[in-house]
């Protein structure tokens, strides 16, 4: 196709700006989520003080709140 100059030079800036993008998330991503730690739930619990009973809370899911039936 015969396009104009300028539709041509737009196309590969876009075509540039969204590679580089899609490069930047790809390097945010791998900075961020792929170090997986494993997790102590006894030693998080100690140094976030939580007693045993606050700490088993947090696990289970509120039983106050009611579920509707319609």
Do not use: I
């Amino acid at each position: 196709m015969n396009y104009p100059e300028w539709r041509r030079t737009l196309r590969r800036e876009l075509s540039w700006l969204m590679a580089l993008k899609v490069g930047a998330l790809a390097l945010l991503w791998w900075l961020f989520f792929s170090h997986c730690a494993p997790v102590d739930g006894q030693a998080e619990s100690r140094q976030l003080a939580l007693t045993s009973g606050a700490a088993s809370m947090a696990s289970q899911a509120p039983s106050s709140v009611e579920t509707r039936r319609d």
